[in-house]
């Protein structure tokens, strides 16, 4: 496996993969890689002839107020994931390299960035549009793999591709949750033990509701069972519950067509997002 830095160097490189007929899975990261990313990597793997994961703590997607200078970080730990799960180039370039003096160019897609995580993060889509954008023109891969647990991000850089023609498959991955539910997420490692014990509220309220869903299609009433659940964790500050068509991301009343049932909520510091997909059968 090649580590790189610079944009001029993976290019180079990606232009030789081109010479010979190679297809190219790229998965984005930001890093402090978990058995969610490597489930990502392992089906680029699968179907493509050669991988590259990239890992950037992307600044521009992070708020005033939010976690940037704490992000976790890893590079060697994060290294050895990548080579012993068969990844051909590990791109990890600098701020200035990907944000050089005078950069000045965004990318915004509008209408479902103003939802959901869009609403208390107002920023945060504009910040993952562009370096996805940068990231995809980078790589030119043939397919990009993104997690389901970041719904909302992958329906808005699912909208860029589309309205702006960029040539890349997007691959959507299920969510990989620990034995007892827990979505997996790099910011899992802020949570102290009494903490990661109240974090499983959020993939339990989501069971039940999951359960309620298949004889009660009313969208309030399955959002007060999820708050019910949630608040008996004295940890726990909701920042939204949600249902919304997996189409539009538009809030639904009565569920008659597939819907994602997304949630956030602080326990103690640590923001903290997972979601269902309940599809109509
Ligand atoms: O999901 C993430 O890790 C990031 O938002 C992404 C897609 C790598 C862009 O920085």
């Known amino acids: 496996m090649e580590v ?16 010979n007929n190679e297809t190219i899975g790229f998965v984005p990261t930001m890093g402090y890689l978990h058995e969610g990313h490597k489930s990502l990597i392992d089906r ?8 590259i994961v990239s890992i950037f703590v992307n ?35 600098t701020v200035q390299e990907m944000y050089p003096n005078g950069f000045s160019s965004f990318v915004e897609v509008t209408g479902i960035t103003d939802c959901l995580c869009g609403k208390s993060r107002p920023s945060h889509f504009r910040g993952v549009t562009t370096v996805v954008m940068k990231l995809l023109n980078i790589t030119s891969c043939t397919k990009a793999y993104l997690g389901e647990k970041d719904f909302q991000q992958y329906k808005v850089i699912e909208k860029m591709v589309k309205d702006l023609n960029i040539d890349t498959t997007l691959v959507p991955c299920p969510i990989y949750r620990e034995d007892d539910g827990l979505a997996k997420s790099s910011r899992n490692s802020y949570l102290n033990s009494e903490e990661r014990i109240s974090a499983l509220c959020l993939s339990k309220a989501l069971k039940k509701a ?41 809030p639904i009343t009565t569920i008659k067509e597939n819907v994602l049932i997304a949630i956030a909520v602080f326990i ?3 923001r903290l997002i997972d979601n269902l997909l309940y599809n109509i059968k």
Do not use: H, W
Not at 65 to 89: A, H
Not at 222 to 231: A, R, W
């Open 268 to 270: 103690g510091k640590t």
């Open 4 to 19: 790189i830095t610079t944009i001029k160097e993976i290019k180079n490189k990606i232009n030789e993969f081109k010479r």
């Open 210 to 250: 999951k359960i309620e869903l298949d004889k009660n299609k009313d969208a309030k009433s399955i959002i007060e069972i999820i708050k019910n659940e949630i608040s008996k964790e004295p940890l726990a500050k909701i920042d939204y519950i949600e249902i919304v068509s997996q189409d539009t991301l538009k």
């Open 44 to 51: 680029a793997r699968i179907e493509n002839t050669k991988i």
């Open 59 to 93: 600044p521009i997607q992070f708020g005033e107020n939010e976690d940037l200078s704490t992000y976790p970080r890893n590079l060697e730990g994060d290294s050895d994931i990548c080579k012993n799960s068969g990844v051909d180039i590990l791109f990890a370039p």
